[in-house]
């Protein structure tokens, strides 16, 4: 595979070799913390040089953003332990398990990838059968739904492993209420009963988690195989963070993890994540994944493409360039996330769909524009 | 070598390369732009300040560009990076200085989690500041500039930037923004305020900007200990009013009116209340702003 792109490895050193920040000159701060910013991993960086350097060692100016990263963390974190605590009791009158997905998760069971990582939204995992009434209660409770157009509406709810995002006030976060981890139509499928069979209850805590190698797995798909890879290496720094936990370098953990993804169907996934984290962080055990007899051998054309052009956009880049080429990069991508998302008979209606929105939307800005 | 001393064209070139430095004293940016009209008003408006070197490391890199394409035909535009990142809309072309001060203002509020961030102005005499939090329209950007001009030390306009470890007040010194009838109201107050051009129709109406004097950007790495909260509401006619403040609602109002205090948690609630304690608390109604700008420094002076 291709090594990452030059722009990102100022960023990729200073993660890999958190104890080389001693030596860095401010003009590599310039690049390092805005770099780290923008792919949401300020935090995990201050979390990881924080661990080895005393930050006496550190310019005043970098101790500053780092400890920003921190203290964003750490406020995320407290809106999620509050707001799962403002909806314990609501979920307590419903069928459970309750389980926790990506963040939360890594946060209810403290895993050291969790210290500095920015949550984006809470996102919890219910049985389906439980949903409806679960929905409704928390509708009762003070929740909203962000989204409340009927297509929006009916997307989640009909195609969609979760429903629309919900908010509260006085909520920092948004809670997404999940059934699974995959869109029901989409081209790989979770084994949903499975996931729900062998999760894990968090000791001391309402709430249960994915057993570790789902809570991988669903970290792979929901970065190969759901997202167009857009700056989201984030989500590839919590695979490598799963992947030493586990970890990958045990023969016995490797061998579960892909029985597990074929269980699944998410050989292909896991292959391409294994890849991408070997080229961008060197994990161990990433090579025995990929030459494993039970991985596909090999990408077809069209995988090896997807492949290099994501590596391409993954990395928060050197956003001062707006080239043809990154922007084709990501066109290609977010097709090819829509396409896995869901059939083609549903991708034309949908985008169908998007484009009759989009065009009633600007007629009625026009006429209000022009009344106004 | 202030904004105001250096050669126009020189400036351009500098600020269209590698970037110009400017610190506000409790942050610092470095900005590039290859608009030769924003240079001219950037000279303007930061006279005072030392053109800096760029390079080293900024708190925030700030680039503001026409949009390019086809569209910008029909409706040109320009847009700020913050670090490289187009965070927000595009502002119409004729109104790159308040692209460049607003975006500027979002991405400092966005990154300095290292500070309590009021919105607030603030100056000092005498060692003690007078912290001015307050909603749109209270006419505290007008009060703010107008003590500024009349022997008090500007430290912000737009934020109270509060050192955690002991409630001193930093200054983050910017060009103050001026908006609407405020922006006449200055100019007959001080004519000799240096007062950049007049924006009209942006989202906030007419806004000016107006420059920090130089002696208050000599002074922009020097603290200030907290002396007054005053919470000003502009009223026509109303003539000057003091009425105190409880410290208990004075705290209350100035973390709902912060930019972070939910953020820091701890560390802001124990930064907050120390600059409550310290302070004296009032609320100001004023219609008249020579005599508003008289007895807050008679309060002050109550102080020392």
């Given at each position: 595979m291709t090594p990452p792109p030059l722009s990102s490895r100022p960023l990729l050193e200073a993660l890999a070799d958190?104890?080389?920040?001693?030596?860095?000159e401010e003009s590599h701060w310039d690049k390092v913390i805005p770099l780290a910013r923008r792919s949401r991993l300020l935090g995990v960086l201050a979390h990881r040089v924080a661990g080895v350097v005393?930050?006496?060692?550190?310019?005043a100016r970098v101790n500053r953003h780092l400890n920003a990263g921190i203290i964003e963390a750490r406020f995320r974190r407290q809106k999620a332990l509050h707001l799962l605590h403002v909806i314990a009791p609501v979920l307590?009158?419903?069928?459970?398990?309750?389980v926790l997905l990506k963040g939360a998760a890594y946060i209810a069971q403290d895993?050291?990838?969790?210290?500095?990582r920015l949550l984006a939204d809470a996102d919890l995992m219910v049985p389906r059968s439980a949903l409806a009434d679960l929905e409704q209660a928390l509708l009762r409770a003070g929740w909203e739904f962000d989204k409340t157009e009927a297509y929006d509406q009916h997307y989640y709810r009909a195609?969609?492993?979760?429903l629309p995002p919900m908010r509260a006030a006085g909520q920092v976060l948004e809670l997404d209420l999940h059934h699974?981890?995959?869109?029901?139509?989409?081209?790989v499928k979770a084994n949903t009963e499975r996931l729900f069979a062998d999760a894990v209850a968090v000791s001391g805590s309402l709430f249960h988690v994915l057993s570790l190698d789902d809570q991988v797995l669903h970290a792979v798909v929901h970065l190969v195989?759901?997202?167009?890879?857009?700056?989201?290496l984030r989500d590839l720094v919590d695979i490598d963070g799963l992947f030493r936990l586990l970890p990958l370098t045990d023969p016995d953990r490797r061998r579960l993890l892909l029985d597990r993804a074929r269980l699944h169907g998410m050989e292909r996934p896991l292959r391409m994540a294994a890849e991408f984290c070997d080229a961008?962080?060197?994990?161990?055990g990433c090579r025995e994944v990929m030459n494993?007899?039970?991985?596909?051998r090999s990408f077809s054309l069209y995988g090896a493409s997807v492949m290099r052009l994501a590596n391409r956009v993954?990395?928060?880049?050197?956003?001062e360039s707006s080239a043809i080429g990154g922007a084709l990069a990501r066109f290609v991508l977010e097709s090819r996330a829509l396409w896995l998302r869901m059939p083609p008979w549903m991708l034309a209606y949908h985008g169908g769909a998007k484009a009759t929105r989009a065009l009633a939307r600007r007629v009625s800005f026009r006429e209000s524009a022009v009344r106004g | 070598m202030r904004f105001s001393d250096v050669d126009a064209g020189a400036l351009l070139q500098q600020l269209s390369s590698s970037g110009v430095g400017i610190d506000f004293g409790a942050a610092r940016a470095r900005i590039q732009t290859r608009l030769p009209a924003l240079a001219a008003m950037i000279k303007t408006v930061y006279a005072g300040f030392p053109v800096e070197d760029p390079s080293g490391m900024f708190d925030l890199s700030v680039a503001v560009r026409r949009v390019g394409g086809l569209r910008s035909i029909l409706r040109p535009q320009v847009e700020l990076r913050c670090d490289g990142v187009r965070e927000f809309e595009p502002f119409p072309l004729d109104t790159p200085l308040p692209l460049l001060e607003w975006g500027t203002n979002y991405g400092l509020a966005s990154r300095l989690f290292c500070y309590l961030l009021l919105h607030a102005g603030v100056v000092e005499r005498g060692g003690r500041a007078i912290v001015m939090p307050a909603m749109p329209g209270s006419g505290k950007s007008t009060l703010t500039a107008a003590l500024s001009l009349r022997g008090f030390r500007l430290l912000s306009d737009e934020f109270g930037v509060?050192?955690?470890?002991?409630?001193a007040l930093l200054p983050m010194l910017r060009p103050l923004a001026l908006k609407n009838e405020s922006i006449e109201v200055i100019a007959r107050f001080a004519p000799e305020a240096v007062i950049g051009p007049r924006f009209p129709k942006t989202h906030k109406g007419t806004v000016a900007h107006l420059a920090p004097l130089t002696p208050h950007v000599d002074s922009r790495h020097l603290p200030a200990a907290p002396g007054l909260v005053v919470f000003p509401r502009f009223v026509a006619d109303a003539g000057v009013s003091l009425e105190a403040v409880p410290k208990g609602h004075a705290f209350a109002r100035l973390a709902v009116n912060s930019f972070n205090y939910d953020a820091l948690g701890p560390e802001s609630f124990d930064a907050l209340g120390k600059l409550v304690q310290e302070s004296s608390c009032w609320q100001l109604r004023y219609g008249d702003l020579p005599r508003a700008v008289e007895s807050l420094g008679k309060l002050l002076d109550t102080l020392n």
């Open positions: 958190p104890r080389s920040c001693t030596g860095y005393d930050s006496s060692r550190l310019p307590k009158r419903h069928q459970g398990p309750w895993l050291d990838l969790a210290h500095g195609w969609s492993h979760q699974t981890i995959l869109p029901p139509i989409g081209r195989h759901d997202s167009d890879f857009a700056g989201r961008w962080f060197r994990t161990p494993a007899s039970s991985s596909p993954i990395g928060p880049g050197d956003a | 509060v050192r955690l470890q002991d409630a």
